[in-house]
């Protein structure tokens, strides 16, 4: 009987640093969505009514990010899961941003309402409220910043962890939720302050079209990307290229008749080579693949010998 492989090492993509963040700005974001909905309903400001609202989708998709992580970690063991649980994250990014289209969607729509049906708008108290929603972002934001990069042992490099949002998609996702909450809340508070100062009234819908447009625009960015990790369309990574000039220096007229390759974690890919006429062992190639540390999984294929 063949032992499994134990591949834990190198799929093993569970960041409890990253899942704490997310839950603890889940909680900041839902509180301060039920103060703006009711506040915004109340005082008559359609911006920040949208920002509540806004908010209210964030809070579930953040809760959806934060599934992914405690889902990933339940069954970072199970053996179905041929190349580990990451895509559950990746799935979770691409739900939250499919909740933040519907949110830009539904914010255009009331916008363009209290533009043809403008409502009497109580400024002084509409703009303390947006301030301490902005607030709430930058802290959330601040919160997820740290929350990229965990090593298991508390050590943390800033930098590490903001370009870290590229790799982890669910954390990307929780992170783009937070800053789109945030410039709605710029967008609120430049919206009320010129309401009252300058009676710039039709200013208040107006920025809610422009947080409509902002949200969308990074909702279908993470849309995009999450889904070619899903549907597996890497074929124009980088690496790919790589696997190409790799092969093009193998001993013997080689002929590459089949490749695949497809990402299976943060940063980590597999690939699958069929080869005819080349003058050497699929553990040839192998080794030669492997000066590309991204290449966690290599299947070579020679004249019907696989290996």
């Known amino acids: 009987m063949f032992a499994e492989p134990d591949h834990d090492h190198v799929f093993d993509v569970r960041n409890p640093l990253a899942e704490r963040r997310t839950r603890q700005v889940m909680w900041l974001t839902a509180v301060m969505m039920v103060v703006e909905i009711i506040a915004g309903t109340l005082l008559n400001s359609m911006a920040l009514l949208a920002d509540g609202w806004h908010m209210s989708s964030h809070a579930l998709a953040l ?26 994250e990746v799935l979770g990014g691409y739900t939250s941003a499919v909740f933040l289209m519907g949110v830009a969607g539904y914010m255009g729509l009331e916008s363009i309402t209290r533009l043809v049906h403008p409502a009497p708008i109580h400024f002084d108290e509409a703009i303390p409220i947006a301030a301490v929603g902005l607030l709430v972002n930058v802290v959330s934001a601040w919160l997820l910043s740290i929350g990229g990069h965990d090593d298991g042992h508390g050590h943390h490099d800033h930098t590490e962890a903001v370009h870290g949002h590229h790799h982890d998609l669910n ?36 920025m809610g079209l422009a947080g409509t447009a902002l949200v969308g625009s990074w909702a279908w960015g993470l849309m995009r990307t999450s889904g070619r990790v899903l549907l597996d369309a890497e074929m124009d990574s980088p690496v790919v290229q790589e696997v190409h000039e790799v092969l093009s220096t193998l001993p013997g007229a080689a002929v590459l008749r ?27 190639v192998r080794e030669r693949l492997s000066i590309h540390e991204e290449l966690v999984h290599v299947t070579v294929e020679i004249e019907g010998r696989v290996a």
């Open 63 to 88: 809760g959806v990010s934060a599934g992914a992580y405690a889902l990933s970690r339940r069954f970072a063991g199970d053996r179905r899961f041929a190349f580990g649980t990451w895509k559950i």
């Open 258 to 284: 089949d490749l695949h390759v497809w990402r299976v974690g943060k940063g980590k890919y597999a690939c699958i080579v069929s080869l005819t006429g080349v003058d050497a062992t699929p553990a040839d």
């Open 171 to 206: 954390l990307r996702s929780a992170y783009v939720h937070v800053v789109a909450d945030a410039a709605t809340s710029v967008l609120a508070i430049i919206a009320l302050v010129s309401g009252k100062y300058l009676g710039i009234l039709w200013l208040d819908p107006v």
